[in-house]
């Protein structure tokens, strides 16, 4: 393997989530670049950064729970010190088939603030940030008092908003509210990125060839969701190079008018169920 140079000037890639979407980031924008992967399972990051470092990216692992502030300052402390921190890719986070109300809810909504408001203060011109959301927070329905909130809130608060606090133990609504909320999060916050000369947007995928995904698949709601795929013409699930493809433009350089939005990458899933569906 190459010797891979590292120091102060080096461009700095941080992707939390060591799974499908975000293997499948890694490899899209990593090259040239030092890249930090974050996962909370050091088997899982110890794989996966094996078999980056033998494709010739400079990967390193960091032991990461996004769901805990503290451990989410330290990787922003250590990405800022590796050198230039070019993009953040938000890609960790679990579905209903996988876990508890309580854990999605802890992950997904309070990682992705904790994510947000970490990397927001080694954020530097230049700097894009893109969260992965779902298309499932286009279809939630909340009032306008939650959905505010739910913007703008300190992640402290977050889970005594009443929206939240509805979810009781449902998986399911949890990962919707979830989801709109990380949507949510990325339009308020790209303000305070403005000013910092740094852009933050959010992607949110349809159905994914992912191991989360193929857990869905197999569980209670498989057979509603496959038919979904059907009925709204996409035909066939997304790839995780789609779902990277869209990420390399939003944190590439032809994205730089761009801020503060969501990228809807779904086949037409969020449009069927929108204007299409019947039951």
């Known amino acids: 393997m190459a010797e891979q140079r590292s120091g102060p000037s080096r461009e700095v890639v ?18 040239g670049r030092t890249v930090l992967l974050a996962d909370a399972s050091r088997g899982q990051l110890d ?9 010739g990216y400079a990967a390193r692992g960091v032991l990461t729970d996004v769901s805990d502030r503290g451990s989410v300052d330290a990787l922003a402390a250590e990405a800022a010190g590796a050198g230039r921190v070019s993009a953040v890719v938000h890609t960790a986070g679990v579905s209903a088939a996988q876990a508890t109300a309580e854990t999605i809810l802890r992950v997904n909504l309070l990682g992705t603030a904790h994510v947000i408001d970490a990397f927001e203060g080694v954020a530097e011109p230049g700097t894009a940030m893109v969260c992965v959301s779902s298309m499932a927070g286009h279809v939630a329905s909340l009032g306008r008092e939650d959905e505010a909130a739910l913007a703008t809130a300190p992640a402290a608060e977050l889970l005594d908003i009443g929206a939240v606090k509805a979810v009781g133990d449902s998986a399911t609504r949890a990962y919707i509210v979830s989801k709109r909320a990380n949507q949510l ?5 790209a303000l305070a990125w403005s000013r910092r000369g740094a852009r933050i947007n959010s992607v949110s995928p349809g159905v994914v060839a992912t191991a989360m995904a193929k857990a869905e698949a197999d569980g209670p709601s498989g057979a509603r969701m496959l038919a979904m795929l059907e009925a709204s013409g996409a035909g066939r699930t997304g790839t995780p190079a789609e779902i990277a493809d869209a990420v390399a433009f939003l944190t590439g350089p032809e994205a730089r008018y761009i801020t503060g939005t969501d990228l809807l990458v779904d086949g037409g899933q969020a449009a069927w169920l929108r204007h299409h569906r019947t039951a």
Request: net charge positive.
């Open 14 to 31: 941080v992707v939390t989530g060591a799974g499908g979407m975000g293997v499948a980031v890694a490899r899209r924008i990593g090259s």
């Open 47 to 55: 794989r996966v950064v094996g078999a980056l470092s033998d494709e």
């Open 185 to 189: 999060r990325v339009e308020a916050a």
